[in-house]
């Protein structure tokens, strides 16, 4: 079993629809939590950090539940421009240790 | 212009044939890092680096070897590279005490080896 697990998708969304991801990860010791963005195999980016009170930026909002170990990212109003790759990551071990889901594919149609 | 560099971008090789990927940042970061990335696993990361002459292995380590002689440069290290190396390389870099912040990463080095 993979240690962070993500729907691969692809998910295929009409511009302006909500769309959710969900991410589940199996170390209960994993101590932060991110959403990266990557477009066609160019270098993943930041897209937020997760946090266990939930967090929203713009369009986007990231949830965390820690007891059923699980990460979500709500995309409203999706743009054109959504269209990527979207990575859960984790981090253990003090930060240093770094797990990649492998990523659930985003199409957003006009 | 803060960045990650990685060099070279594209590499074609053959078995056996040693080969070093570099990497390098200007933003004075202790934390660096090394993935690859696979179609269908994600990125897995191969080794990372704490500060200068402070290295570790991540998910999957074997056969590559790595240095930090510098805090700036993060060489990838391939002694005798295989065709199952054949991946998307990515460096990241992150700052110090930043465990909730992000990584940055260059761009990537596509390696083929035949």
């Known amino acids: 079993r993979k240690e962070v697990e ?5 998910f295929n969304v009409p511009e302006g629809a909500t769309v959710a991801f969900n991410c589940t990860y199996s170390n209960s010791a994993s101590q932060s939590f991110f959403w990266y963005r990557q477009d066609c195999r160019k270098e993943p980016k930041l897209l937020m950090s997760v946090y266990s009170s939930g967090n929203e930026d713009g369009r986007f909002t990231a949830q965390l539940n820690r007891a059923s170990q699980y990460i979500s990212l709500l995309i409203r109003d999706s743009k054109l421009s959504d269209s990527a790759t979207y990575l859960c990551v984790v981090s253990q071990g003090g930060g240093f240790k770094t797990i990649f889901g492998a990523g659930t594919r985003l199409f957003v149609k006009a | 212009e803060a960045q990650v560099t990685q060099n070279p971008r594209y590499l074609i090789t053959v078995t056996g044939k040693k080969l070093t ?3 390098s940042q200007n933003m004075n970061h202790e934390y660096m890092s090394w993935y690859r990335q696979d179609p ?5 990361q191969i080794y990372y ?9 991540g998910d999957v380590p074997e056969g590559y070897k790595v240095s930090r002689k510098e805090k700036r440069n993060f060489p990838l290290i391939l002694e005798s590279p295989s065709p ?12 110090p005490g930043a465990e909730k912040e992000t990584q940055y990463f260059g761009p990537g080095t596509r390696l083929l080896v035949l």
């Open chain 2, 21 to 23: 990927v570099t990497c």
């Open chain 1, 6 to 10: 993500q729907d691969p998708g692809p």
């Open chain 2, 49 to 57: 680096s704490m500060n200068v002459e402070v290295t570790d292995k």
């Open chain 2, 40 to 44: 269908g696993l994600g990125l897995r």
């Open chain 2, 84 to 95: 199952n190396q054949t991946s998307l390389y990515f460096c990241a870099s992150r700052p």
